[in-house]
């Protein structure tokens, strides 16, 4: 199947400060991009979908201020968490598709504390 | 009502024992399905898809009936392996192709 990276794996920060999270699709061009969060004995929750050169598209309830997304190439996108807080504290988790009906590949996600 | 629902376990199995997970989702516009395998701190990994008419691969069968909204899997001869958390999944494709997560059955397979 197709590669997905994320970077960081894993980050701690201070209450307050900005992290940026990356996802790249390695050996294919993702039109389309989405962002979810985890947290613990919990599903995943879609924060928003990404598609290249447009803005994104924010799920209900989550504040496009706070979660930053930018999909300025086919490869990559980032999702940048700014003023965090500790309960912003998760799994944060990328996935990419080609296409509308190809399969979505899954990041090996960002686990973000904040402290 | 959540829109994906599922059983959240703890199933305890021995190696070797038959078990069945159980999904049902609320959208009837939902349009294509999924069970993915979740391991602990991990992404999820696709796992199969799910069609009308039911697959099977390997030790894994899935079946959907789309009239009462079931989406199912069965996994045979259990290995210790298999333990993760099996997530149900529905992709809405007119609604962007969002996939759609169930909370997720988590399997422990003793030896």
């Known amino acids: 199947g197709a590669v997905v990276s994320q970077h960081p794996s894993w980050v701690i920060c201070k209450s307050g400060t900005s992290v940026k999270i990356e996802c790249r699709s390695l050996d294919f061009q993702a039109t389309t991009m989405f962002w979810y969060r985890q947290f613990p004995k919990q599903s995943l929750m879609l924060m928003a979908t990404?598609?290249?050169?447009?803005?994104?598209?924010?799920e209900q309830g989550v504040e496009k201020d706070k979660f930053l997304i930018n999909h300025a190439s086919l490869t990559l996108s980032t999702l940048t968490v700014t003023s965090a807080h500790p309960e912003d504290s998760s799994f944060y988790i990328c996935s990419a598709r080609k296409g509308l009906t190809d399969t979505q590949y899954f990041g090996p996600g960002t686990r973000l504390t904040v402290l | 009502r959540k829109e994906v629902e599922q059983d959240p376990g703890p199933f305890n199995v021995p190696e070797g024992a038959t078990v069945a997970f159980n999904c049902t989702y609320s959208n009837s516009a939902s349009q294509s399905f999924f069970w993915y395998r979740q391991d602990c701190r991990k992404e999820p990994k696709l796992l199969m898809s799910?069609?009308?008419s039911g697959n099977e691969d390997g030790r894994f069968t899935a079946q959907l009936n789309r009239a009462s909204q079931y989406i199912s899997l069965l996994i045979r001869d259990s290995k210790l392996s298999d333990s993760a958390t099996y997530l149900c999944v529905v992709n809405w494709l007119n609604q962007g192709g969002k996939l759609i997560f169930g909370q997720g059955t988590e399997l422990s397979v003793k030896p």
């Open positions: 990404s598609n290249e050169g447009s803005k994104a598209t924010y």
């Open positions: 799910v069609y009308s």
